[in-house]
């Protein structure tokens, strides 16, 4: 079974605007981490921004945050002020209390129109 | 310091060749992990590190994958009569701690920039 759901294959947002990438996760620990990763061309993967099973308030970091909805197991990330250089793919990942690796989704691909 | 660095970042094999991808982490980091990533999907994890201890190797997907990480700090992963479906980015990440010592928003993974392996 599909551990971590990204449903949107490609999103298009324009230039100054916000958008919100899905995903939504599966586990049945209660103690789990949520992770968001940026992939351009370039390949590597860049952390974005984390949010802990227990954590009671939505994580922010500049210009991301993080819409978490434990009952409904999704952890939406939200960019505002869309850039240019934000155009990449973007990976949802989660890690298991008791587990030793991330888990990743298929990942969207958000382009940004001037 | 410098990040997580891998070479070559990239490789051309014909079927058949064995061939082995460098990672170097990040300095004094504990754990290790490799990854595959095939085109156009996300990354998949192959095989754990902690130390020079092979913790975890379930991912590997066939007994042609061999990885070491013989002094704890540099690790090889090496492919065996490599074939066409091992072509991917092989992504290669670190963490300070072992997993479950710190708590699990400490241990966000630090990736290279991978080696795009393809296999003709």
């Known amino acids: 079974a599909q551990k971590i759901t990204q449903t949107q294959p490609g999103m298009f947002v324009q230039e100054k605007e916000a958008v919100t990438l899905d995903c939504t996760y599966d586990?049945?620990?209660?103690?789990?981490?949520l992770f968001w990763y940026k992939q351009p061309s370039s390949g590597e993967m860049i952390f974005l921004i984390y949010?802990?099973?227990?954590?009671?308030q939505n994580a922010t970091e500049g210009r991301y945050s993080l819409n978490f909805q434990k009952a409904r197991k999704s952890a939406n990330l939200v960019i505002s002020a869309s850039q240019l250089g934000d155009s990449a793919m973007y990976f949802c990942a989660m890690r298991e209390n008791y587990g030793q690796n991330f888990v990743f989704g298929p990942g969207t691909r958000l382009s940004v129109l001037p | 310091g410098a990040g997580v660095s891998q070479s070559p970042r990239y490789k051309v094999a014909k079927r058949g060749q064995d061939v082995a991808l460098r990672c170097d982490p990040i300095?004094?980091?504990?754990?290790l992990f490799w990854y595959q990533q095939a085109l156009g999907q996300g990354p998949e994890f192959l095989t754990y590190f902690q130390n020079e201890a092979q913790l975890d190797k379930s991912g590997l997907p066939s007994d042609r994958f061999f990885a070491e990480r013989p002094e704890g700090s540099v690790s090889t992963l090496k492919i065996q009569r490599t074939q066409q479906e091992d072509s991917a980015v092989y992504l290669c990440a670190s963490t300070p701690t072992p997993p479950g010592l710190a708590g699990v928003g400490e241990e966000t993974q630090y990736f290279g920039p991978g080696t795009r392996l393809l296999v003709l």
């Open positions: 949010q802990g099973s227990y954590d009671q």
């Open positions: 300095s004094g980091h504990v754990s």
């Open positions: 586990t049945s620990d209660p103690s789990y981490g």
